[in-house]
Each structure stands twice: as structure tokens, then as C-alpha cells.
């Protein structure tokens, strides 16, 4: 699955998009590599200007030119950013939204490009994995407690940590974060699932704001929409979202709100709809139909995060 979405500025559609897996790369400049490459036609970028790749979760950047440095946005921010000097090798990005500048005091469309990073991994109980923690093959509980020993600095034999060593002492293990030595608390109660949420949404973000104020009018009308079934509640349009979400985000505009239904149909994999249901409609049909906004979710139109 891919892990990064590199927008071009000017870009019309999906198909002048790049999409990269965990360990693909793109690289970037005003004479970017033919057929693998984003050419950016700028005067003041470099021909090789940079390289991005993505890494899971996250990506990273280098940045091939010897005096631009290039800066990272993350429009979901309050002005946060990072800042690339030249020369600087796989520098990690955090942001699932991300304005590349590549040049200084250029705002303007055409100096940069937009990247979207929709992948989350999250961590789960590991006496809550089916079979246990997958990483020790172990049962629910003595496989959180294995999987602990090893974080904490097991022996190369696979004895574990927590045990006494040959004169008799206790074992070299270390806790971490608070963990005992046999892993019962702290990290060691935590391993990656190997069924990772199919629909990750971060609640802390525009996008959901959005969903939650699509999916309102159908919660609290009790409104579950089942499968192949359209929502019975009217589904705001564009503008009542705009209205809507002004308390909790007072800058919004139309065109935000349309980014983020854009953005939320590229994260959950939605096709553009055959009939006469709207995108507005099928993503509220989509999200009610496995549970991605419950009632309790809309407490973020109200400036609540949950």
C-alpha cells in the first residue's frame, strides 16, 4: 500500500500524482529524471534539487542543492515547520500534510509541491492480539511479557532478560518507560497489530471536523445508513459546512472544506460515485456504515477532542 502522495502545483487529478510504497523514492528538480521523476520548471530551483522517500509512516527528504534551503509547512499547524539546510541527508518528516517551499521568499504556485502522508500505524494491547504478541509467538499475556524481556536487552541465546544470570543476580534487563522486568506494564504491554486499522482518521484534524459535521444530521436523526442503503438525513453541502464548523475553525473557507472531502475520499479509498449520489453523500454512507463517526465523535463540533 502506498505510504506518500506527492501533489505537483497545477496538478489536475489522480493521475498526475505520485504515490510511493514504503522505500520508493522520487526525486525532484528543474530537470528531474525522465519517467521518474517531478520536474519543477522554476528558475531558481536546482536541476537536482532534492529526493523524497517514503519510510512507513512517515517520509523523509534530502535536499541536493548546495545554498537553497528548503522548507516543510504543516498547513494543520499554527505555523509549525522544519527547515532542510543544504546538503542535508534524509531529513525525517513528521506532518500527514505538508507544503514543500523551495525557494525563499517565493509563496507563489510553481517553487514547491504538496505532500500527503494518510498511512498511520498504531500500536494495540498485546495480550489483546489474537495469538498473542506476534513478535514472541507467545500466549496473550506471556507474550506481552516476552516481548517486554527482549525490549528490555535480552540475551543473544533467547533467555529471558528478567531471569538470573549465571552468578546468580538478577538479570540485566532495563525498564523502559516504567516497565518491570518481566514486561507486565509499560511498553512491553504494547506491540504493533498485524491487522492495522484499514480506515485510520487522526481526530485531531480539519478532515475529521469536516466528516463529523457531514455525518451529524444522520446521528442524530439515529440514522446508521446500512450497507447500499442512502443516509434518510439531508447531507450538508459546501456551504452550511462552511457555517457549521466556523465556531470550532474561523478561518475555514468553501475551498477548505472541499480540499479535506478531496483528501477524505483519497484516505478512505472512495470511488468517485456512478450515480447520482454525490461524493458529500457517499463519504457520510461510507463513514456511518463502519463506524468512523459514532455520536460520541461529534463532541468536536464543540471544540472537544476525543
Not at 42 to 55: D, F, L, Q, R, Y
Amino acid at each position: 500500500m502506498f505510504s506518500v502522495i506527492i501533489v505537483p502545483d497545477g496538478c489536475r487529478g489522480p493521475e498526475e500524482q505520485y504515490r510511493l510504497e514504503p522505500g520508493h523514492t522520487l526525486r525532484f528538480g528543474r530537470t528531474a529524471p525522465a519517467g521518474n521523476g517531478l520536474t519543477i520548471s522554476h528558475p531558481a530551483v536546482a536541476c537536482a534539487a532534492g529526493e523524497i522517500t517514503a519510510t512507513g509512516a512517515f517520509w523523509i527528504l534530502t535536499n541536493f542543492s548546495s545554498d537553497q534551503t528548503y522548507i516543510v509547512e504543516n498547513p494543520e499547524g499554527a505555523g509549525e515547520h522544519i527547515r532542510v539546510a543544504p546538503g542535508r541527508a534524509d531529513a525525517p518528516v513528521p506532518f500527514e500534510f505538508a507544503r514543500v517551499r523551495l525557494c525563499a521568499g517565493e509563496s507563489r504556485p510553481g517553487c514547491g509541491f504538496d505532500v500527503l502522508a494518510p498511512r498511520h500505524d498504531y500500536l494495540t494491547p498485546a495480550d489483546a492480539l489474537v495469538g498473542g504478541n506476534p513478535l514472541t509467538g507467545g500466549g496473550r499475556r506471556s507474550g506481552a511479557r516476552e516481548g517486554g524481556a527482549r525490549l528490555n536487552g535480552s540475551p543473544k541465546d533467547g533467555s529471558a532478560s528478567g531471569g538470573s544470570s549465571p552468578d546468580g543476580s538478577p538479570g540485566g534487563g532495563v525498564p523502559i518507560d516504567g516497565a518491570s522486568a518481566d514486561g507486565a506494564s509499560g511498553a512491553a504491554d504494547w506491540a504493533f497489530d498485524p491487522f492495522p486499522r484499514p480506515y485510520p482518521l487522526d481526530h485531531t484534524c480539519h478532515y475529521f471536523l469536516v466528516l463529523a459535521a457531514l455525518c451529524e444530521a444522520s446521528l442524530r436523526a439515529g440514522d446508521t445508513a446500512p450497507a447500499g442503503d442512502a443516509t434518510s438525513a439531508p447531507v450538508p453541502d459546501i456551504a452550511e459546512l462552511t457555517e457549521r464548523l466556523r465556531p470550532v475553525w474561523p478561518d475555514v473557507s468553501p475551498a477548505d472544506i472541499s480540499w479535506n472531502i478531496d483528501y477524505l475520499r483519497l484516505k478512505l479509498r472512495l470511488r468517485s460515485p456512478d450515480g447520482p449520489e454525490n461524493i458529500r453523500e457517499a463519504l457520510v454512507r461510507f463513514a456511518l456504515r463502519f463506524d468512523l463517526v459514532q455520536e460520541g465523535h461529534l463532541a468536536v463540533l464543540e471544540g472537544q477532542l476525543v
